[in-house]
Each structure stands twice: as C-alpha cells, then as structure tokens.
C-alpha cells in the first residue's frame, strides 16, 4: 500500500522483537486508515489502526498474521490453547469465537484427547482457569476426535465457528 506504515507492538504499544517469534497486535497508519478515535470494530490512536491482527515481523521487516484477537477475551487465541497444551489429556486444541445470543459472542475450545485418558469439559475449564482469567478462559469445550484441517494441515478455524 502506498504511505502505509505497518507496525506489530505489545500491550504497551511498543515494537515487538524483529526475530519472527514475539507475537503481538499489527497496526497500520497511512493515507487510507481512518483518523477518527474508534470505528466501529478497531481503535485509532495517534493516527494508527489498530486492526485486531496478531502477528510477527521478522529481521527482513516482514509481517506475517498469526491469528486474530477475540473481541471477547481480548486474548489471542493460540495463548488460551498453548494453556490447554499443558494439560496431559490434550493431544490438539483450537479456539474460536461462535455467536451468542446475549454476550454478542462467546469463546469456545475445540478439543482432541489422547486416547486412553478421559477428561470431561468441567476438568479442562478449571485447569485453564488456573492459567488464565476468567475473561480469558473459554465457556464450553467441544470435543473432537480430530479437528479439521487443511491438505497442508492447517487448521479450519472458519470450519470450527460454524459447528454449533
């Protein structure tokens, strides 16, 4: 884009690390970003777009998008599933947001246990309320045998927010 500036900053709103590893929001000022406070989805401060992308940039400058933040938990989704992670029951986990009725919108994990080990939805969401608060942690968990995925195994996260 041309005048476009992009940058990925922390919480702080400071830079990431150019190593391609520290993940945070991507923001954009230019010409074509709006220059009014809020829009209706994103924040604008100081003229940058903060566009609710996370992401990377690595030594050559190069952004690359890791996932979206959830408007619900203001929490990247991979930080709620590297908890899970932790767990010895999971195998694989995905988080999405679905639709809900009254809070607009809902966090929700979508997860593969190792076979052999049982774990219900109520030991899973206290294990993650342990690690993360309560605006953090997912309502309900779904379990899947496995989740889908693409050729190159990439996961479906659209695939996901349309299961109900």
């Known amino acids: 884009m041309v005048d476009t500036e992009m940058r990925v900053v922390n919480k702080s709103g400071t830079d990431v690390q150019p ?6 929001e991507i923001i954009v000022k ?3 970003t709006p220059d009014s406070e809020n829009t ?9 777009l903060y566009t609710g992308d996370l992401g990377t940039i690595d030594e050559n400058g190069r952004i690359q998008v890791i996932d979206q933040k959830s408007s619900s938990t203001r929490t ?11 767990h ?14 009254e809070l607009k919108e809902t966090t929700h994990a979508y997860i593969v246990v190792q076979d052999g080990i049982s774990a219900d939805e109520q030991e899973l969401l206290e294990f993650a309320k ?13 379990f ?21």
């Open 19 to 24: 190593d391609g590893v520290e993940i945070g």
């Open 30 to 32: 230019g010409s074509g």
């Open 40 to 48: 209706a989805n994103h924040q604008v401060v100081d003229g940058w």
């Open 76 to 86: 990247s989704p991979k930080k709620i599933e590297a908890v899970f992670y932790q």
């Open 88 to 101: 010895p029951a999971v195998v694989e986990v995905a988080v999405a947001v679905r639709p809900h009725k």
């Open 130 to 142: 342990e690690k993360l608060s309560a605006s953090q942690c997912p309502q309900t968990v779904t």
């Open 144 to 164: 899947l045998e496995e989740l889908p995925k693409t050729a190159s195994g990439k996961i479906l996260r659209m695939k996901l927010q349309e299961m109900k």
